[in-house]
Antibody, heavy 124, light 107 residues
Framework: EVQVVESGGGLVQPGRSLRLSCKTS????????MSWFRQAPGKGLEWVGF??????????EYAASVKGRFSISRDDPKSVAYLQMNSLKTEDTAVYYC???????????????WGTGTTVTVSS | DIQMTQSPSSLPASIGDRVTITCRTS??????LNWYRQKPGKAPELLIY???SLQSGVPSRFSGSGSGADFTLTISDLQPDDFATYFC?????????FGQGTKVDIK
């Protein structure tokens, strides 16, 4: 069964750091771009960033709201993606989702596997 | 950034209804448009990708159409499982953005 499972969320003070993990199974992790999204309480969905597969350079892209504070990495042998969050702000409070990014033969991208999410609360 | 305008924001409906949700983008995005359903307290689930392709395992009562800047999600024969919030999303360029959501609830 194809699965992604996030972990590492919790309560953290503003200005501190937290690292989220996204453990995957059931597919060849190294072949896929992996994304992170978040959803603040009662709000809509926000793309945080992604890391491309090594075949596409393993490069990253980030939303403007987190660029310079958050970084995404991957460990292909362990089939895990990470979201390192530094200098956290109260507005980073959200449920964070990890996704597998797929594409069709015309290179249209879509997020076909979502984890259940992990909650990050930034508060003093 | 590409702005996504979804309508309506709320849609009262009954079992068996045919419902339509629209998504308009601030610039043309070919068919780089996905639709998701999110039930309360759960993660989003992919319904439609590339504007009109049905994701594997998703019931055929869901369909998508459109290209350029105007898109539609249609649910024919609304089922109890479909009372949820629906989001459109583009993957044309970064940042990927979402519509604000359409909550389909019981009339």
């Amino acid at each position: 069964e194809v699965q992604v499972v996030e972990s590492g969320g919790g309560l953290v003070q503003p200005g501190r750091s937290l690292r989220l993990s996204c453990k995957t199974s059931g597919f060849t992790f190294g072949d896929y771009t992996m994304s992170w999204f978040r959803q603040a309480p009662g709000k809509g969905l926000e793309w945080v960033g992604f890391i491309r597969s090594k075949a596409f350079g393993g490069t990253t892209e980030y939303a403007a709201s987190v660029k310079g504070r958050f970084s995404i990495s991957r460990d292909d042998p362990k089939s895990v993606a990470y979201l390192q969050m530094n200098s956290l702000k109260t507005e980073d409070t959200a449920v964070y989702y990890c996704t597998r990014d797929n594409q069709d033969y015309n290179y249209y991208f879509y997020m076909d596997v979502w984890g259940t999410g992990t909650t990050v609360t930034v508060s003093s | 950034d590409i702005q996504m305008t979804q309508s309506p924001s709320s849609l009262p409906a009954s079992i068996g209804d045919r419902v339509t949700i629209t998504c308009r983008t601030s610039q043309r995005i070919d068919t780089y448009l996905n639709w998701y359903r999110q039930k309360p307290g759960k993660a989003p689930e992919l319904l439609i990708y590339a504007a009109s392709s049905l994701q594997s395992g998703v019931p055929s009562r869901f369909s998508g159409s459109g290209s350029g800047a105007d898109f539609t999600l249609t649910i024919s024969d609304l089922q109890p499982d479909d009372f949820a919030t629906y989001f459109c999303q583009h993957t044309y360029s970064v940042p990927y953005t979402f519509g604000q959501g359409t909550k389909v609830d019981i009339k």
